[in-house]
């Protein structure tokens, strides 16, 4: 049962861990899923066309960061 656009849009990000986890190898303790719902939205809903483009998954690759800053060291 959804609750609202917000807990639809966790549902929808939850699935995507789920596959990145079973499918793909990711432990679930490197990801987390997250969900906006009708709160961020990135164009207006006022269109089918709009809200299609609202209804999205981001994926954010968050680098560990001591091996970030040893990218930016310079050498020698």
């Known amino acids: 049962m959804l609750i609202d656009n917000w807990d639809l849009s966790v549902k929808r990000a939850t699935a995507v861990v789920r596959v990145l986890q079973s499918e793909y190898g990711i432990p679930p303790a ?30 954010v690759i968050l680098p560990e960061l001591d091996q970030f800053f040893k990218l930016l060291e310079k050498p020698g």
Do not use: C, Q, W
Not at 48 to 56: A, D, I, K, V, W
């Open 30 to 59: 490197r990801m987390t899923a997250a969900g906006r719902g009708e709160y961020v939205p990135i164009t207006s809903n006022d269109s089918e066309f709009g809200r299609s483009l609202n209804r999205r998954t981001r994926i």
